[in-house]
């Protein structure tokens, strides 16, 4: 059972800045990577960036140069600095990770955090 627990969502201001955290717990392994996703009204869930246990990070053509992902393994926590914030970046932020359960585990299991709201208005 893995727990994901989002903290940082709220109101800014276009041009504004938020820090986004996830911190993973419960009974597992290890994780093999944890990232974020958002989904806007009427929208597809759609990747922000991830950040792999060894530091590899992929970002979302719309996030580059404004967000920055990164992971503290000790803490199983990964966090979403995001700068230059746009009312297009406004959706619900969802925190996921890929974990494996148990030391034998062959595939990692998908585990999603409840969701952070952002909403970038004037």
């Known amino acids: 059972q893995v727990q994901l627990v989002e903290s940082g969502g709220g109101l800014v201001q276009p041009g504004g800045s938020l820090r986004l955290s996830c911190a993973a717990s419960?009974?597992?392994?290890?994780?093999?990577?944890m990232g974020w996703y958002r989904q806007a009204p009427g929208k597809q869930r759609e990747l922000v960036a991830t950040i792999s246990r060894g530091g590899s990070t992929n970002y979302a053509d719309s996030s580059k140069g404004r967000f920055t992902i990164s992971g503290d393994n000790a803490k199983n926590t990964v966090y979403l600095q995001m700068n230059s914030l746009k009312p297009e970046d406004t959706a619900v932020y969802y925190c996921?990770?890929?974990?494996?359960?148990?030391?034998?585990?062959?595939?990692?299991?998908?585990?999603w955090g409840q969701g952070t709201q952002v909403a970038v208005s004037s």
């Open positions: 996921h990770a890929a974990v494996y359960i148990t030391i034998a585990s062959f595939r990692t299991v998908d585990s």
């Open positions: 419960g009974t597992f392994f290890s994780i093999s990577a």
